[in-house]
């Protein structure tokens, strides 16, 4: 399923943004959907990931309480609202979906967008 990132840009520390990923074709509600991020040098690394129904989402610690994923299978579209940002958030944010388990590795997932970029500046 083809995915396509937008809402990154640059931000201030304590700042907030929100990314959206918009997902290509029929069948959408059928895919666990997940965030990942990579900052310069480092492995992508995941940040949160939401059931095909929504429900409660899974976050890494590093993003619990100021992160938040959400979805509107009716317009096909993933939700990263981000707040308190730090410049340590600083990454490309790539959107990815699986058919398979929920989960936070990112081997689950088989479908990847092309990324947007999160700067946040001190």
């Known amino acids: 399923v083809p995915l396509v990132e937008s809402g990154g840009g640059l931000v201030q520390a304590g700042g907030s943004l929100r990314l959206s990923c918009a997902a290509s074709g029929r069948q959408f509600s059928s895919y666990v959907m997940g965030w990942f991020r990579q900052a310069p040098g480092k492995e992508r690394e995941f940040v949160t990931a939401i059931l095909r129904s929504g429900g409660t989402p899974y976050y890494a610690d590093s993003v619990k309480g100021r992160f938040t994923i959400s979805r509107d299978n009716a317009k096909n579209t993933v939700f990263l609202q981000m707040n308190s940002l730090k410049p340590e958030d600083t990454a490309v944010y790539y959107c990815?979906?699986?058919?398979?388990?929920?989960?936070?590795?990112?081997?689950?997932?088989?479908?990847w967008g092309q990324g947007t970029q999160v700067t946040v500046s001190s």
């Open positions: 990815a979906a699986t058919l398979r388990s929920f989960g936070s590795s990112r081997s689950m997932y088989d479908y």
